[in-house]
């Protein structure tokens, strides 16, 4: 959890610091921002953005993204705000859920690639014997296929599927990264461990905030944030149980389940909904399939991260 440094202009108020556990009973606020500016209203939106895009919380899911969102809204910096103005402008303020842009699987493999290239170059020519680590983030040299430096992996996104991608390095600081059908030529550089400035077909991404725990790797920029995975399994031969399965995005109460094993649904369906943090949150289905399995009832309480439903 990372916060805007207090300034003049900036306070934040929070009781809950990295590492805290955030029960299913604890008040949906976990912190709070305030900005203010010896100018106009303006001035103090523009402030507040830049404040926001430094807030980052990994390991819940917060309304980060409709707060940007609401504060560069033209109706909310015009002042024009009454009861009803998040139902009115709900297109705009409450997106749907969108799959993870090409562009961010690309910074999240970029990143990752240029992580465990500088791992492995700093590593003593004697720990090579002790190589054999699993962990994706400890892969000590690319492939060299037809003098081109090659990796390839597999991502999950947050509903489970799997994003294959692979990155080429075409010369010194220069790569090609193939994600989501999409070929982009990248080049880019870690100027911290967790901050990544790329530009990507020509478009810049500059300090990237880039949150590594385990296998899990999280991205923020400009107010946004996506998170992506690497499975389990990856390099066996076995199919993976987590192609298909529905996790609990954060800790929560079970109040529908509109499935049986069973059914066949559709992609997109809603599956399980959950409250938590005094919010509902639906589960959808990541793809069409068949319900193998619906692990738990309405009004269990679940911890973050279980599979609640898996498909076939």
Do not use: C
């Not at 080049?187 to 725990?213: E, I």
């Amino acid at each position: 959890m990372d916060t805007p440094s207090p300034s003049d202009h900036i306070r934040v108020e929070t009781g809950v610091r990295q590492g805290d556990e955030v029960s299913v009973y604890y008040d949906p606020m976990i912190a709070k921002l305030v900005v203010w500016d010896n100018g106009d209203r303006l001035s103090a939106l523009r402030r507040l953005r830049s404040a926001l895009d430094k807030f980052h919380v990994e390991g819940l899911q917060t309304n980060l993204a409709f707060l940007r969102q609401l504060s560069a809204h033209p109706a909310f910096e015009a002042g024009e705000v009454e009861t009803g103005f998040i139902p009115k402008h709900s297109d705009k303020l409450l997106p749907p859920a969108s799959e993870i842009p090409a562009d961010w699987v690309a910074l999240g493999t970029l990143a990752s690639y240029l992580a465990s290239s500088s791992s492995s170059s700093s590593s003593s020519s004697s720990s090579s014997s002790s190589s054999s680590s699993s962990s994706p983030w400890d892969t000590v040299g690319p492939m060299r296929l037809n003098h081109v430096s090659k990796r390839q992996m597999i991502w999950l996104d947050s509903a489970g599927q799997r994003i294959p991608v692979s990155i080429s390095q075409t010369a010194p600081g220069r790569y090609t990264i193939e994600a989501k059908g999409q070929n982009i030529e990248a080049r880019g550089n870690l100027t911290t461990p967790q901050t990544l400035t790329a530009h990507l077909n020509g478009t810049m991404y500059k300090d990237v905030k880039v949150v590594r725990q385990g296998n899990n790797l999280s991205l923020f920029y400009e107010g946004k944030s996506f998170s992506l995975s690497r499975p389990q399994d990856e390099g066996k031969s076995s199919t993976s149980s987590a192609v298909g399965s529905l996790q609990s995005p954060m800790p929560g109460k079970i109040v529908k389940i509109n499935v049986k094993p069973g059914d066949e649904v559709q992609k997109g369906a809603a599956l399980v909904v959950m409250e938590a943090m005094k919010m509902e949150h639906t589960i959808r289905a990541p793809t069409a399939g068949v319900v193998d399995s619906v692990r738990y009832s309405v009004n269990d309480i679940v911890e973050a991260k279980v599979v609640l439903v898996t498909l076939k």
